[in-house]
């Protein structure tokens, strides 16, 4: 079992930048693709950006390309979010969620584990 936790989210005005985190309760494994979602209320879970552990290959949603950054620590076990350029439309709770594939998918399906979320708020 591997356990996912986020942190960073908050209120934070359109425009600015807010970095997410998150935290693997193990040592990720090579083949392991991590990834960031978000969904809106009365809304579907959508991808955000994606990233294979083992291959450092991305991928970005279009709605967030140039303006979003994944990333991550290895020696940390953690996995970032740099979020840039902030609007209204990025309001959601963003979830954490890992899969034990080198390939990098945008498919919520096809993630094994997830974390519990952060609240991301945007005013504008």
């Known amino acids: 079992q591997v356990q996912l936790v986020e942190s960073g989210g908050g209120l934070v005005q359109a425009g600015t930048s807010l970095t997410l985190s998150c935290t693997t309760s193990r040592r990720a494994f090579s083949s392991w693709t991590m990834g960031w979602f978000r969904q809106a209320p009365g809304k579907e879970r959508d991808f955000v950006a994606a990233l294979s552990w083992y291959e450092g290959g991305t991928r970005y949603a279009d709605a967030v390309k140039g303006r979003f950054t994944i990333s991550r620590d290895n020696a940390k076990n953690t996995l970032y979010l740099q979020m840039n350029s902030l609007t209204s439309e990025d309001t959601a709770v963003y979830l954490c969620?890992?899969?034990?594939?080198?390939?990098?998918?945008?498919?919520?399906?096809?993630?094994?584990?997830w974390g519990q979320g952060t609240q991301v708020t945007v005013s504008s």
């Open positions: 969620a890992a899969r034990g594939a080198i390939s990098v998918t945008d498919q919520a399906a096809g993630y094994d584990f």
